[in-house]
């Protein structure tokens, strides 16, 4: 996978800082102190599963005019010698957790920064500080009368607009994906579970060159679903079911995030009236991502086109998001969300309705695309699906 | 793979619930506030992938003497409905940055607790409190004068000590590993990459029954590896070389977590020398794990066969941990650890050794096993390692 990927040059990382730098002095920040995967690897380039390990945080110290320090346990000082561009690297044997990297932090935010200063963290809106709680106060505590302050706007601010580099792992990831959905009905069969036609999926995706699969839900039943965000069942495709698989995988830590229909034998009307509207909501979603528009403005575009009674019971409160190093991440394509769209985004498109079965049953249909923002119409980075669900015989 | 596992029955989640509130009675708690994934499933026993999502927190209030209360975005509340046995739900239309549970968790707390009461909170070590840290402040404001406190401990005091149903889980993710690690051998060769073996591993996971591959590390290098806590990469393996592949795979959002290492022909006598004693210091390890000894003893049985300077050349900061819900949880096999072990915790036996091979380089070599812990000798969950490392011809 890797090889023919373009490599993050030690450039891209100094371009990030810089513009980190820029903000912070906007701002009026002195540093920013990062505890989480997505913004240590964006700052670092190190891309470690160490994160899955609740007892070891890492993190980074990114001052508004010096060198970035990193502040990690011993453990991962090989992997981010080989791996990150920073060489100002502090260590301590983790797990210590009276004193679990915070005076190595007080004192490289210390030299960096004066009495009053303020400090940057990651305290806003989809963002969890990756520390526990009683450090983050020691530390607080430690540097007083400094103070922190939230900046987690300002580092999405920089993830949102993607480089070439970042926008050719989420195609590699989008690409395998693609091909692992167009391949799958040949492993597909009437009377297989969910979680057997998952696992076909999945082999597909591993042999396809994905590093990761941490999110892959299924849902299915008779001329359609009820919920898309399950894990897969035992619950065996018949004759009539509709089955949704949606995934987020990862090339080298950047996810793709989208799903696929699939129609076993024939389906009723109302079902593949559902299909047409939210393939024409697709259509109307991917048109209206264009530079200048709002997040919101592509909800509505989509919404215009599904009726506002079908998005509100298929709600599951917005029609698409914004990815890369993160499964979500910011913007939402959703009415309240005033992000105005750039060239350089990648987002997903996401419309999903509710109808009426011919039985009369409540359900739901949802489809994804990703896309890549430009000047012009934005650039599909999955492969469109097709316009009819595929049958299984 | 489901099918097979003895259910969590709601009498499960009500003995927890109460020995959670016989701790919060001697700590004087009237509640604790969930917000972590772990903890979230343990109380309940909703298994759910959308924490890979950061948009969306999900919470529980426990009350010292009343029944549950959730607060979860409304997405969530199908899956909800079918797998909790919680009948308090009360949802919102999440993502809605302004008050994404907020209010709803005010209130909910503000019902089972007085003025001056404290609550018990995911604050301290091996932890991350798993919404924004805004949210927390504006909700500690709202419930003023009540007052957070670190109830960490308490929780994994609970999670510590599984339940068969728990074992079940465990056992059955190691045996699937210990079947996938026999098996793959047969799928190794000379020439190969890191990557193209770790796939290898990862199909053969998938049909077995493994659910989730959250985490999988891959080293090698000539007569040993340097690190092991690397992203399997597109190094080739030669004759000569030896290969460690960990992984951290679940049954059913359990974790097994154990290392296998592989020769690539012939070792010179420095290799076969660490490996052995390694091999030995593994066995002491798990004879040494024993209910009414600390985890620091487990410790020191390894070290005292390791001996001390190949010890510290090799260290990750401990030789073992808990592993249950999280990859890694307490106690710590660390010779700081004062934790007195039990019959029914689950922990890793994880010890390493620096060595100097025949070429001088410095390496590291290091096994792992997973047992449950009986009033007699611990019971291996995964399958023991052979004596000596399979060789790939």
């Known amino acids: 996978m890797s090889e023919s990927l373009p490599a993050f040059t030690p450039d891209e990382y100094r ?14 920040l002195a540093a920013l102190l990062v505890t989480t995967e997505m913004n240590f690897r964006y700052f670092s380039g190190l891309h470690t599963q160490a994160w899955v390990m609740p007892t070891r945080p890492m993190f980074l110290v990114l001052p508004a005019a010096r060198h970035p320090v990193a502040v990690i346990p011993s453990g991962s000082l090989v992997g981010m010698r080989q791996n990150s561009w920073i060489a100002d690297v502090r260590t301590w044997p983790a797990p210590r957790p009276p004193d679990d990297g915070v005076t190595l932090l007080r004192d490289a935010l210390s030299e960096i920064s004066g009495p009053g200063d303020r400090i940057g963290a990651e305290l806003g809106p989809e963002t969890q500080l990756r520390m526990p709680l009683l450090d983050y106060h020691r530390l607080a505590d430690l540097l007083a009368p400094r103070s922190f302050q939230d900046a987690s706007a300002l580092m999405f601010r920089l993830r949102m607009l993607k480089s070439p580099a970042e926008t050719a792992r989420i195609r590699a990831a989008a690409q395998i994906l ?31 060159g994905i590093e ?73 979603g991917i048109a209206a991502a264009r530079p200048g528009r709002t997040a919101g403005e592509v909800w509505r575009a989509m919404a215009k086109k599904l009726g506002e009674d079908a998005v509100r019971g298929a709600s599951v409160g917005r029609m698409g998001h914004g990815l890369g190093l993160a499964l979500t991440e910011p913007p939402s394509i959703h009415p309240d969300d005033q992000t105005v769209l750039e060239a350089g985004m990648v987002i997903t498109i996401e419309p999903g309705v509710a109808y009426a079965a011919a039985d009369g049953s409540r359900k739901v249909m949802v489809h994804e695309e990703d896309v890549l923002l430009t000047e012009g119409p934005p650039t599909l980075l999955s492969t469109r699906a097709a316009a009819d669900m595929p049958v299984i015989a």
């Open 212 to 284: 990761k699969i941490p999110y892959l839900v299924a849902a299915s039943g008779r001329e359609g679903y009820e919920t898309i965000n399950a894990n897969p069942g035992d619950r065996q495709l018949l004759s009539g079911d509709v089955l949704i698989i949606d995934t987020g995988s990862t090339a080298d830590g950047y996810f793709c995030d989208f799903d696929r229909n699939f129609a076993f034998g024939s389906r009723d009307d109302a079902t593949r009236r559902a299909h047409d509207l939210v393939y024409a909501a697709t259509d109307a």
């Open 15 to 28: 371009q990030r800082l810089a513009r980190a730098q820029k903000l912070m002095a906007e701002r009026g």
């Open 178 to 208: 693609s091909r692992s959905f167009a391949a799958l009905p040949d492993a597909l069969h009437a009377g297989m579970t969910e979680r057997e036609a998952c696992v076909a999926l999945q082999k597909k995706l591993l042999d396809g």
